[in-house]
């Protein structure tokens, strides 16, 4: 079965400063998608990426599919308070979400100090 | 509606008794999920929807699960004889394509 691994499991920054975390798989990703979580809400969808290689962008998150579609990181610049909460990477077990469901990694939580 | 949504947010229940949980995906959406998270942990697959049929429901961890969507839309997930172990955050999601979006989930506790 398909496992993702995210490091660092906890991150604590001060406001303004660049951060960045990784999820690495143990199969190739068909496509590998990035969520935020507030304690106690819902998943906030951020980003997937599909292509090897692929980069997105959304304000200051930027997130990366590496060519051999095994590890993806996302980095976020200039942080924010607001940055703050669980992030998660869950992958598509198979040709795309439309045909199957998503494992996640255990999470990494960002704290950023103002 | 504008997003996914769940039904109730909170339920506390004593063990041994019937649960369920209401999800109303997205309009639209064909595809329908259910996960289970538990605290510290992301979320596992329990169950998913195309339509009215679940085309996977290898996540179940046993029979006393069960999920149910008669009209492709609402889903059920239903929990008979509940167990303390059953309690965690249930959470639900929709696609139309290739994106997935979450509802806010239930947090269920079994006393």
């Known amino acids: 079965s398909q496992e993702l691994e995210q490091s660092p499991q906890s991150l604590i920054v001060q406001e303004g400063k660049n951060l960045t975390i990784n999820c690495t798989s143990s199969?190739?990703?068909?496509?590998l998608y990035w969520y935020k979580q507030k304690y106690g809400e819902g998943l906030i969808f951020l980003m997937m990426?599909?292509?090897?290689?692929e980069e997105k962008s959304h304000e200051k998150i930027t997130a990366k599919l590496d060519e051999k579609k095994q590890q993806s990181s996302l980095h976020i610049t200039a942080s924010q308070p607001s940055h703050a909460g669980i992030y998660l990477c869950?992958?598509?077990?198979?040709?795309?979400?439309?045909?199957?469901?998503?494992?996640f990694g255990q999470g990494t939580i960002l704290t950023v100090h103002p | 509606g504008a997003g996914v949504s769940q039904t109730p947010s909170n339920k506390v229940t004593e063990k041994g008794k019937y649960v369920e949980l209401r999800c109303d995906p997205i309009?639209?959406?064909?595809?329908l999920y259910w996960y289970r998270q538990s605290l510290g942990q992301g979320p596992e697959f329990l169950i998913y929807?195309?339509?009215?049929?679940?085309?996977?429901d290898s996540g179940l961890p046993n029979d006393r699960f069960f999920a149910v969507r008669p009209e492709g839309s609402v889903s059920t997930l239903k929990i008979q004889r509940t167990e303390r172990g059953d309690s965690a955050v249930y959470l639900c999601?929709?696609?139309?394509?290739?994106?997935?979006?979450f509802g806010p989930g239930t947090r269920l506790t079994v006393l």
């Open positions: 199969k190739t990703l068909y496509g």
């Open positions: 929807f195309q339509g009215t049929g679940a085309a996977d």
């Open positions: 869950g992958a598509a077990v198979a040709g795309g979400t439309s045909y199957g469901k998503l494992t």
């Open positions: 309009s639209g959406h064909t595809a």
């Open positions: 999601a929709s696609s139309g394509s290739n994106e997935q979006f």
């Open positions: 990426l599909q292509k090897g290689g």
